[in-house]
């Protein structure tokens, strides 16, 4: 920060500069705190305003972020995690054995890849469209709508591990509420079916991700349905229009802006979602629910090669930020069309 | 003077955020000797819940304080976190002064350079090596080195059997030969009761079995370079033979193979839905779910013919040892902390309370460690436990392959057929995998 002390004297009034407020009343407060200049008092104040932000941010996100790109490019094991500069180098070969699919850690994390792809775009379809039905249906005033409301949001609201443990108790094969209805009660299957292990452990996972993100998008779009103005609605119906005609020409269009941050969030959240699965699998995640965070984490960090799950993520960061980017694009392209 | 005011608290706000968050770094060293001595010690969770560890440890910790006139900061940490903070400790050289460690890490954390190695001078002061049981000793770190930590608690795995579904079914002894085990088990198994339970989603208990099984086929996990072998045929026959107890006996229930915290197997034991189940040291638990001795009983894991050129082994050698970290700021206060936990006294009131076996010969002298189940699991220690390959890269090893194995235990459960061909590639798999 520079100071620079002001060579006029404190009694300087009159001097005609009128930009100057008239100087403090006492001189002798005037030499204790140096005078600076004006326009660099005013042009100075937010950003020492936001210089805690600033530092915290830089400390907590962006340092971490650039020493973890550093070290996936040095061979970081056991043996020199205690003293990271006597690391040797390691130089792309992290990289190399992450992106070898003929490699076995290559095929797993592009196997793990596609299994998340597939995993955050359903999700986000469904949480999406869940969400608007939500939204469009609870517009109109009706008994017990706030308490509806609140009960929608539950899920969004409670803490993960308490949501999601739950689930893991639902899904239990033997013991579990979903096959005791499902089979002991309605018996729509001969056998119990696994729900955490096996083929069906991907629609477990679908399932209780919507149950916590389809909120989020339902407040969102509640809050968006009600920034459009009644008189649309009013005039499409004039000209004819019915439900479904208005909800494609006036609530979507009009929602545009709102979708397109709320599917990139939707998107980037549950793709990086890690808590999710490790609270509902444990440890390990079955193949066919394999998530590329919990992959990362067990290909690498567990068995203490750092270096590894570093490049590993290095290359996650770089595909979302490559599908953002694009993402952006289009939809920024599209509006300037319209 | 009105633009002045909120630059000053500016300035003085962000002044005030600087300096508390540098202030507060310093307050979480642990004491050293300038202040009453302390030492800071993070303890394993070996009871039934946090708080019991700390009403067990506390006496002795007590006692330590009064012998020697050093504080003991004690906190208890669950095994999900312990190896994250560890790791933490070892990476930024801030952490406690003592730590409880799973022996099967031992190889591992002493590559990290991180924990104080004990020299023979130092072993000495603790009585000398002769005074440890052989195999515990075995587990403290790669052969040829010093050890990075002392035994302190002794576990093995054992064959725990339902005294009144035995009588039940007709049984007069529990099995000694796998045959045995698998008919035993097929008597059992009826009317939504199971012969044997397994935890199949559990890496480190996927790993333990296999190591154990594989050494009953004459196998070994790493060939004499110390290069992985997963996928020898050894391997591969003790894999299929853990898999078909759900796949081919059916003694089993398909459900272990979503077993994954390390508690459901023990439960069913416990609630009498399973006859058999192999786990360590498990009489605290079984006592706290209200089984008595009457209940149930303990028997070796049954071995291999001595003809078939498999080893006699029926259990790894599991325990917690005791390591003190480099960076500790009372090192002194830490190795008298290690003697006085090594200690008989100590000793035998730790491992009574936790079930588990005291390491040091001397201290087998009580009563209460004469009882038929710790006469069983000494012997298994003296004699048929072996210790798991104590190489830089185990926790790889156990990763691998207990993923792979859980992976096989979903598809024997959900009725794939399980050959020696698909085993096969899935430990080939796993083994590719191990970084050099």
Redesign the interface.
Known sequence: MVVSATSRPGGGRGSGDPGRPPPPSGGRKGRIIPRLPVRLRRLGLPYLLILPALLLELLVHLIPMVIGIGMSFIKLTQLYIRNWSAAPSAGWSNYHLAVDFNAPVGRALLHSFLVTVAFTLITVALSWFFGMAGAVLMQGEFRGRGVLRALFLVPYALPVYAGVITWSFLLQRDSGLVNHVLVDQLHLFGDKPFWLIGQNSFASIVVVSLWRWWPFAFLVLMAGLQNIPRDLYEASAIDGAGWMRQLRSVTLPMLRPVNQVLVLVLFLWTFNDFNTPYVLFGKTAPQEADLISIHIYQSSFVTWNFGTGSAMSVLLLLFLLLVTAIYLLITSRRRSDA | ?L??K???F??A??LM??AAACGSSDSSTSGSAAAPASITYWASNQGTSLESDKQILQPELDRFTKETGIKVNLEVVPWSDLLNRI?AA??S?KGPDVVNIGNTWSA??Q????FVPLDDTQLNALGGKARFLGPSLAATGAPGQPPVGAPLYSTAYALYYNKHMFKDAGIADPPKTWDELVADGKKLTKDGKWGLAVEG?S?SENAHMIFTLGQQHGGDLFDSSGKSQFDSPANVAAVKQYLDFIATDKIT???D??Y??GTEALQDFIGGKAAMVMWQSASGTLKTGGMTPDDYGVAPIPLPDPSSGGKQVDSMVGGINISVFDSAANKDGALKFVKFMTSKQTQQDLNKAYGSLPTVTDAYDDPAFQTPEIKTYQQILANTAAPLPQV??E??FE??V??AM??L???A??GKPITDESVKAKLT?AN??M?G
């Not at chain 2, 590559?111 to 991180?114: D, L």
Request: glycine share 8%; no cysteine; net charge negative.
């Open positions: 003077m633009t002045r909120p630059y000053v500016a300035v706000g962000a955020l600087a790791l070892a990476t050289g591992s954390l590559a990290t350079g991180a989603a890496v229930n398909p459900s193979a979503a994954s915290n830089a890269n926790s790889q990763t691998l207990g993923n859980n992976q235990f979903a598809d459960a959900s798999e590719q995998q970084a």
